[in-house]
T-cell receptor, first 115, second 113 residues
């Protein structure tokens, strides 16, 4: 089945630094990937749609200059949290879809803690 | 914005019992999907039901969809301790090249021995 690999699973960084999170589709090509953010005991909020070879589409209220998305190949999308602050601490999850009735395959998530 | 509302928010049952979770949504959809999330992990796709379908089964899972009421239910029969997790419904809506998912608030299911 479709597998999405996300790295790192956990990262702790200092305030003001940048963190890059990778999302790879291992056995299929994903022209579109999605990035979500999840706070503790809450639901997933879509941050942006990552499109291979073009600019990402951001949801309302998400700062594109703070959350940089690069989808340079059909199997890799990256999310960079720039100048991270403690309020950026959260669980970030990516996903991609094969289409049809397969639903979406999610990465295992990245727990970001900014100190 | 968050579209789906699920109830109950939390559900505690004993192993062997059935668990029913409900999901309501507000706008038109192409499909509705259910996902499972273990604590601190990614989501696992359980089942997808299209807007023109009313019921679907997969193993111990049974999903219904009522588009007139904009609601869906997920039934897990003969629950097991390993079913303990959070369950989310998500509605799919085509927006050009990709179908965006909007997640419900989730139901935290606890199955005890």
């Amino acid at each position: 089945g479709a597998v999405v690999s996300q790295h790192p699973s956990r990262v702790i960084c200092k305030s003001g630094t940048s963190v890059k999170i990778e999302c790879r589709s291992l056995d299929f090509q994903a022209t579109t990937m999605f990035w979500y953010r999840q706070f503790p005991k809450q639901s997933l909020m879509l941050m942006a749609t990552s499109n291979e070879g073009s600019k990402a589409t951001y949801e309302q209220g998400v700062e594109k200059d703070k959350f940089l998305i690069n989808h340079a190949s059909l199997t890799l999308s990256t999310l960079t949290v720039t100048s991270a602050h403690p309020e950026d601490s959260s669980f970030y999850i990516c996903s991609a879809s094969l289409g049809g009735d397969y639903g979406y395959t999610f990465g295992s998530g990245t727990r970001l803690t900014v100190v | 914005s968050q579209q789906g509302e699920e109830d109950p928010q939390a559900l505690s049952i004993q192993e062997g019992e059935n668990a029913t979770m409900n999901c309501s949504y507000k706008t038109s959809i192409n499909n509705l999907q259910w996902y499972r999330q273990n604590s601190g992990r990614g989501l696992v796709h359980l089942i997808l039901i299209r807007s023109n379908e009313r019921e679907k089964h997969s193993g111990r899972l049974r999903v219904t969809l009522d588009t007139s009421k904009k609601s869906s239910s997920l039934l897990i029969t003969a629950s097991r301790a390993a079913d303990t997790a959070s369950y989310f419904c998500a509605t799919g809506r085509n927006t050009g090249t990709a179908s965006k998912l909007t997640f419900g608030t989730g139901t935290r299911l606890q199955v005890t021995l």
